[in-house]
């Protein structure tokens, strides 16, 4: 069975300092995923995908993910956070089979403080 | 612009009514989905389809129903059998299996 982890509920950072927001996965075989952001009372946005090729993953408002396989992550990462940034962040997986189901993370909570 | 609209944003109801979602795209995806959120859950899928007249159950489909007579139009109807209706819905599509969903800007359903 396909699942996702969010191992942090809320992550604190300061402006101009690195985030990390962390994420695991499990499926079987090769994965596809997927970060999204969400404001408050919006929808989901798009920001990044990890089909196959190269792990590193860049992606929209300077983001970027790191594909481990061996460690089954998906962390997405920015070298330098802006107060705009914080909202919620969910990763989310699917399966190479064909499953047409998106699997969600229970998102993490990011707060970037001026 | 392309994209999906979901409607009504804000919607109230009664118990023991039926309600009934909007959804709609002009990105030409085939595939449409239904998810709802509730805090500290994440997103859950209620129901999805890959093509016109064809739609599947996901993870939580009891007192939900959907149809597809279009391939702009994914309508989902909140049935008085669902037990806990107050919820984030969120409707979106995406143009392949592989493809990451757009979403809409979701409906705020509350029972009253």
């Known amino acids: 069975a396909q699942s996702v982890a969010q191992p942090e509920d809320q992550v604190n950072v300061a402006e101009g300092n690195p985030l990390t927001v962390k994420c695991t996965y499990s499926v079987s075989g090769n994965p596809y995923l997927f970060w999204y952001v969400q404001y408050p009372n919006r929808g989901l946005q798009f920001l990044l995908k990890?089909?196959?090729?190269?792990?590193l993953v860049k992606g929209s408002y300077g983001f970027e993910a790191e594909f481990n396989k061996s460690q089954t992550s998906f962390h997405l990462k920015k070298p330098s956070a802006l107060v705009s940034d914080s909202a919620l962040y969910f990763c989310?997986?699917?399966?190479?089979?064909?499953?047409?189901?998106?699997?969600f993370g229970t998102g993490t909570r990011l707060t970037v403080i001026p | 612009d392309g994209g999906i609209t979901q409607s009504p944003k804000y919607l109230f109801r009664k118990e023991g009514q039926n309600v009934t979602l909007s959804c709609e795209q002009n990105l030409n995806h085939d595939a449409m989905y239904w998810y709802r959120q509730d805090p500290g859950q994440g997103l859950r899928l209620i129901y999805y389809?890959?093509?016109?007249?064809?739609?599947q159950k996901g993870d939580i489909a009891e007192g939900y129903s959907v149809s597809r007579e279009k391939k702009e139009s994914f309508p989902l109807t909140v049935t008085s059998a669902q037990k806990n209706p107050t919820a984030f819905y969120l409707c979106a599509s995406s143009i392949s299996a592989a493809g990451e969903l757009f979403f809409g800007e979701g409906s705020r359903l509350t029972v009253l």
């Open positions: 389809s890959q093509i016109v007249n064809d739609f």
């Open positions: 990890y089909i196959t090729g190269d792990n």
């Open positions: 989310a997986v699917r399966d190479q089979t064909g499953a047409n189901n998106l699997f």
